[in-house]
């Protein structure tokens, strides 16, 4: 019985830990997921098993035009997202160029 208790007890914690809202309040994510909201209103949807860099380079085969831009904002989220050493004015220029990004 003191098994079931510590196993539920466990399993409550991990599912607390992994729940979807934890992603959310990453902010590099959150605007990188405005990001590709963007270019998904242009018809350029990112697909889930995608990654950032496969995505950039596909959105610049088909809108050249955007490249520099695309190339900008990927490498910034890069960076603060798997570098771990991100300033905050890099955090915020990310997010001024994600929101000045007009596709």
Known sequence: MFALIIGGLLAGIAIWLLRPQRLQTDPVLKIYRTFCHKL???GLI???NETA???????KQQRPELA???????????????????SDKQLLQFKQSVVQFKP
């Open 53 to 59: 860099g496969d995505f950039a380079r596909r959105v």
């Open 46 to 48: 990112r697909r889930e």
């Open 68 to 86: 520099r831009r695309v190339d900008n904002i990927t490498a910034l989220y890069a960076h603060l997202r798997y570098a771990g050493n991100g």
């Open 40 to 42: 998904a209103r242009r």
